[in-house]
């Protein structure tokens, strides 16, 4: 067995690529590039080859000593023919990453979507280490999940299994991007948040984000926490609301597949401790009491690594 493998992790902000140990996990050397998805899907494939090269460039690794190139996008994924079926945050459609990158570099590649790998990460080297039971739940511009049931993935029919963030919370609620009205994603995402705290601000209520805030520029998860930090009214309004819709998406999944453990992972989370306590409190206390006293939550530990980590072990999936 060949020791390396490269990971990539595309998403709608930033790609992602690490030479992996396959042994220990770790990440030797690393590229960040930053995407824009107004470039095209052209723009977003020349980084991304760029990206390989120069992390051969700078480890000084042959081609012959990787074992596989593991890819992991923000979208929905043909995962036997490596193709990007649907990626709206990427702009890409019907797309044969496989090829493009097979005829490149003539190693074998893999390709899954961003929460698969990042939940693949997590099982091995971080949270999930030694459970085979557990879901994984990312929230970011999206709220996305994987399934990890007797220690493997659950893909489903169309291999789209664990589409948390479009669960139904209101039928009558906020649109979201899918078309569906009252999806999670439009009431639990950072996104989300962003959306009610414009909008807030925009009829004259007060904050302190205020005070981060620069003109043109997205509202950012440690904005976030740096306004709940300062007990700001209107951001811990919006986050708390948020974690209620969150709480109650996770008590749903706690009901249905009755996992071992939920790991909570992606920016929010990650830089807004208040959100992660109050949901974890409260999806405990929404859902049926025999899974409530069983459940575990942890947060992901891999943080930005746990998805380029995971896609060098997609080639262990088989397809
Ligand atoms: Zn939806």
């Known amino acids: 067995m060949k020791k390396y493998s490269i990971g990539i992790d595309l998403g709608g902000t930033k790609i992602l690529t690490a030479l992996v140990n396959r042994e220990t996990g770790e990440v030797i050397e690393h590229v960040k590039k930053k995407t824009k998805k107004e470039k095209g899907p052209q723009n977003i494939i020349k980084k991304m080859l760029e990206s ?41 459609y019907d797309l044969n990453l496989k090829k493009i990158i097979f005829e490149q570099f003539n190693i074998p590649v893999f390709v ?106 997205a509202i950012t998860s440690s904005m976030i926490h740096k306004s709940v930090e300062r007990e700001d009214e209107l951001v811990v309004q919006c986050v708390t609301e948020a974690s209620e819709y969150l709480s109650g998406g996770l008590a749903s999944i706690i009901n249905f597949v009755n996992p071992e453990l939920i790991i909570l992972g992606g920016g929010l989370i990650e830089a807004v401790d208040y959100f992660y306590q109050k949901t974890i409190k409260k999806a405990r206390a929404k859902c049926l009491p025999v899974p409530a006293e069983k459940i575990q939550f942890k947060k992901a530990q891999l943080g930005d690594f746990s998805g380029v980590t995971g896609a060098a072990f997609l080639e262990d999936r088989g397809f």
Do not use: M, W
């Not at 490596?82 to 990427?90: E, T, Y």
């Open 112 to 217: 899954g979507n961003d929460v698969e790998i990042a939940a693949i990460g997590e099982q091995k080297f971080g949270a999930g280490k030694g459970c085979n039971d557990f879901v994984c739940v990312f929230v970011g511009t999206g709220v996305g999940s994987s399934i990890i049931k007797n220690g493997r993935i659950i893909y489903g029919a169309t291999g789209t299994a664990g589409e948390i963030g479009h669960i139904i919370v209101d039928l009558n609620g906020r649109q979201c991007a899918c078309g569906a009205h009252g999806c999670l994603e439009a009431y639990a995402s950072r996104s989300a948040i962003e959306k009610r705290i414009e909008g807030a601000l925009k009829k004259g209520r007060k904050s302190c984000i205020l005070d981060y805030l620069e003109p043109g520029k």
């Open 52 to 92: 390989i090269e120069e992390l051969f460039a700078s480890s000084g690794k042959k081609f012959d000593e990787i074992s596989s190139i593991g890819v992991g996008a923000a979208g929905q994924i043909d995962r036997e023919n490596g193709v990007i079926i649907a990626a709206p945050n990427l702009d890409c």
